[in-house]
C-alpha cells in the first residue's frame, strides 16, 4: 500500500520561506517521477513541480518564476519542495504525488495515482 504523508506546512508572511516535505512508504522510491500540486480555496489544483526517478531532471509550473526548488533523498524517501520569496497567492494545500508503473512523462493530475493528504501554506501580505 502506497502511502505519502506531508509535512512543513504553514503560516508565513510574504517574502517567506517554507520547506515541505514529503515521505513516502510502499514502493520502491528511487524508482518513481514525484510531484507537487496545490489548490486554493474555489479553484483547480494545478502543478507546482515535479522531478523525475533519477532526479536529473525538474519541471515547474509557470508560475513559480524560479521561487521554488524541489528535490528528492532516496535514502530518506522523502521529497521536498524549498518556497522562497512566497506570495499571498501562494495560499493553497499543497499535495505530493506519484505516478503508477506506465508514466507518460506528461505532469498531468490525471498521471499521477497516489496522494497524500495535503498540507496547507497560508501566506499572509
Known amino acids: 500500500q502506497v502511502q505519502l504523508v506531508e509535512s512543513g506546512g504553514g503560516l508565513v508572511q510574504s517574502g517567506g520561506s517554507l520547506r515541505l516535505s514529503c515521505v513516502v512508504s510502499?514502493?520502491?522510491?528511487?524508482?518513481?517521477?514525484m510531484g507537487w500540486f496545490r489548490q486554493a480555496p474555489g479553484k483547480e489544483r494545478e502543478f507546482v513541480a515535479g522531478i523525475s526517478w533519477s532526479g536529473s531532471s525538474t519541471y515547474y509550473g509557470d508560475f513559480v518564476k524560479g521561487r521554488f526548488t524541489i528535490s528528492r533523498d532516496d535514502a530518506k524517501n522523502t521529497v521536498y519542495l524549498q518556497m522562497d520569496s512566497l506570495k499571498p497567492e501562494d495560499t493553497a494545500v499543497y499535495y505530493c504525488a506519484t505516478p503508477d508503473i506506465g508514466f507518460t512523462g506528461a505532469y498531468y493530475e490525471s498521471e499521477f495515482a497516489y496522494w497524500g493528504q495535503g498540507t496547507q501554506v497560508t501566506v499572509s501580505s
Open positions: 510502499g514502493r520502491t522510491f528511487s524508482s518513481y517521477t
